[in-house]
């Protein structure tokens, strides 16, 4: 199994952010569990790669060439693949895995958790997809979803597609004992018809 983190490239501003970071890479290796992330060296996503590596766990990194080219790839990962653009980097990083947690982050990491999760919404496809709520940082966010669903724009039942826990190791234990994430029946609910 291999899970894609979406982190952010700053370690940001509170310790607990990079203790999650740190205690989901080590979570993931321990648990035999391949990580897959967006190839960089800084911030959140290079923690918890090192913190996974530390532990001899398998870290794939996927880097835009632009990004290499600026020295932000880890150097010391398991397999660094360079691609072209950020569509492709999007692509092959959900292509190498089976689900995908957000840790705290900024533009990008929402971009990419939205991204992940509106597939498995279309049915692109069926993986988990999950926010690691390190101190709090997704509360608001999470009030502002279940506030989505409140006002009709979502239903529960894509809503639910999101899991949210504030433990690494708890939200690996739901990610591998949950059943697969919701496939849409396409097309028979539409707009609530």
Known sequence: MRICIYAGSSIGARPEYREAAHDLGTAMAEAGIGLVYGGGNVGLMGAAADAALAKGGEVIGVITTQLDG???SHTGLTELKIVPTMHDRKAAMAELS??????PGGIGTLEELFE???WAQLGVH???VALLNA?????KLVAFLDHVVEERFMKAIHRD??????DPRVLLTRLRSSPAAYVPKWLDKVDGK
């Open 126 to 128: 069926s993986k988990h």
């Open 135 to 139: 101190g709090g940082f997704y509360d």
């Open 161 to 166: 597609v999101l899991m949210v826990e504030s």
């Open 98 to 103: 089976d689900a995908f947690i957000a840790l």
């Open 70 to 72: 600026h020295g932000l």
């Open 116 to 118: 992940a999760w509106t």
